[in-house]
């Protein structure tokens, strides 16, 4: 998902996009400045070795693995890549996704030394335990020759967060904390909780639940500002429930403000970045909780009047899973969908591949416990025929599982479509559409859309093991599902695909195609012309498209009814966030950072606001919006959330709001 095979110069942004998305990095400045340095020397290669070397000795991720893997497509050969990166252990240019795996790994990781926790344990760390644990602790030794700045940046790829953050993102910093606590007496009224407003992730808002007329969408208002300290860019899509927004950021902090008048209840800090929209629900007990996932595969749930953590539960200990889509809730369980950044791993031997599959996991909302996991490719991950090299690849893999479940309350079924798979041959259940029994997690069907892709960043590559031998497009699902109503009481199963083909299923005849209709842009385009999720009203599905343009497609037998192009107003073009209806507007985010309403009948744009820009914050951290993009926009109580700041696979513009608007 969301990396494709391309050209070396539209990898280089996806990639790099990917893992800025992942780790929070201001990519404007590391590109900025590996720019200036190759200026200088005039060379490509070296382009991609200053911003490896510039972005590291910045912020010291792990990002390094993918340049790598770019110069892999640009045809460099393994021995030629190993040689450049051992002769760029220099103390500049320390890469700790190497370091790692060649300095600790032989303790932390080999069944030889059972005392010595795997790197998913250590993952499990901060990163300043890990710093403690390297300086003065007992791995001091094992770390002897490296600067303090290496050791920083070694702490924070492990523990995937930066070093200083929980001070920084307190709302303890913050001039306008709330006089009185949240109250939840009424979640449903004027409300948007989770992804996709509602269990069938129509993100379709009425005018009693949304509060804006249509005569009003053409005099909202920008409100107030709220500026996310220490982000480099926001991707969580805001929940607002009871008067209250609750969204995560890229820090690992989430945040609850107060929807009126923008002052600020409580942050918590996750272990890495959060990205999921909050669920809130008051459990039998009256204890009204927010539950959200982070970048580590840990699902949270915390005091929605205080914050204060009620359980944590890890739902994979891959070292690569990672959640990025909001929870489900019903009855009192939660159904959450495990995904991971497994395919972009560096080649051998650093990374063996693949060991990873996507899953949903249901978990009893007062105590966390998990009732019931399924993944979404049945057949556990073995090792497979060892390569020329006699290195163990294992396999299969893959199957992530990116976007929102629907829950389908009447067949009390959950849907779910999946990613592409990371080894060959390819799963029948990925890069499909399924159904599981919401009691027990057993798969009820499944309709696999498109066959054998298999991919893996960086490939093909004939040294490099992990590749599959037949390469597939990398044509995801992203974007969640959606269960709409069709007039005479049938419903369709929509979901809309990065190769730009929206599929419709019949979730009442165990899954069987009702039509599927094609509406990219742009072929070629490596980023996924559908990805981050559509909207459904009560006669067309939407969906913004990367190539620029939001499309409306009739549900009933997938007509095309517009295609409006959306250039970008001389900015960035692209519109790939989830889009969001209410009676008289489909919302959209441009990567311009252009905020647009477009009319349901024809497409026309009847408002619109420049977000990209400097902007006065309620919270006194000095705030700057960017790209709109992954975060759809969310309306509720007569006003309009926005955020701000997408950089993620598409090299958008960084910023750190979340805005919001009403009329006027
Ligand atoms: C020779 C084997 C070996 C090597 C090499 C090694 N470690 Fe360890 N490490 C251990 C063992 C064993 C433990 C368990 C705790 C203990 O016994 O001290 C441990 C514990 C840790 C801990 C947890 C400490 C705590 O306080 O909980 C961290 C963090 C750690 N290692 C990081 C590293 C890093 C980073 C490297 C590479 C620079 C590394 N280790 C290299 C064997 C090793």
Redesign the pocket.
Known sequence: MLFEHAGAHSLNHIILGAIFEDYGIDAVKVKKMAQHQSRRSGSDDRYLRSLRHVSTSIYGFAFSAILIAIQMTRCLLLALFTAALLSAQTPGAFMPWV??PQ??????G?PD?P???SQSS?RA?TPE??Y???TT???SG??AG?SDENKRS??EY?AERRLGIAAMGDVKKMSNLCESKPKFDDLSRQAWNGYGLDAENTRYQTTAGGGIARSEIPKLKLKWAFGFPGVSQVWGQPSVVSGTVFIGVDTGYVYAIDAKTGCVHWSFLADTGVRTAPRIDVLPNKRAVAWFGDLKANAYAVDASTGALIWKTNLDPHVRARITAAPAYFENRLYFPVSSTEEVSPPPPLYLCCTFRGSVAALDAESGRKVWQTYTIAEAPHPAPKDAKNLQPWGPAGGAVWGAPVIDRRKRTLYIATGDAYTEPAPATTDAVMALDLKSGKVLWSMQDLPNDAWIVGCPSPDNANCPKQMGPDFDFGAATILANLPGGKRVLLAGQKSGIIWAHDPDARGVLLWKTGVSRSKADPRGEIVWGGAADTTNVYYGLTSGGVVAVRVTDGTKVWLTPINGSGKLPGTPGAVTAIPGAVFSGGLDGVIRALSPEDGSVVWEYDTARASPTVNGIPGKGGSLGAPGPVIAGGMLFVNSGYVGVVSGMPGNLLLAFAPE
């Open positions: 370091y790692f300095n600790c790994a032989k303790c932390h080999s030394v005392r010595a926790p250590l760390l335990a890990i403690a644990a390297i602790g007992s791995m094992q770390s490296l070694l702490a492990i």
